[in-house]
């Protein structure tokens, strides 16, 4: 797996900022469902497809914020289960 970006929010931020963490790098669109696999070894990751420009990238996060995501995921932001 190669990571492509580092989740950037604390685990107390507003939804909007935690969302934005997983905006398409390309045309910064939030997208419409990301897969969220926090059993990986190495750590937690959330792999997102963009159904605008057909973009994929893989944010990794930490444990504080794999927490914040499978207990209080953002609104906006629709998480499945790896």
């Known amino acids: 797996m190669i ?3 580092a989740a ?9 900022l935690v969302s934005a963490s997983f905006a398409c ?7 419409p469902t990301a897969v969220f696999n926090y059993e990986e070894p190495n750590g937690s990751a ?8 057909q973009a994929n990238w893989i944010i990794a996060v930490n444990v504080g914020q ?3 995501l499978a207990i209080a995921p953002p609104e906006g932001l629709e998480l499945e289960a790896a």
């Open 3 to 5: 990571l492509t970006d």
């Open 8 to 16: 950037r929010f604390s685990v107390d931020d507003t939804d909007a």
């Open 25 to 31: 790098p390309y045309c910064l669109r939030i997208p």
């Open 46 to 53: 959330v792999l997102c497809h963009c159904d605008d420009c």
């Open 66 to 68: 794999a927490m914040r």
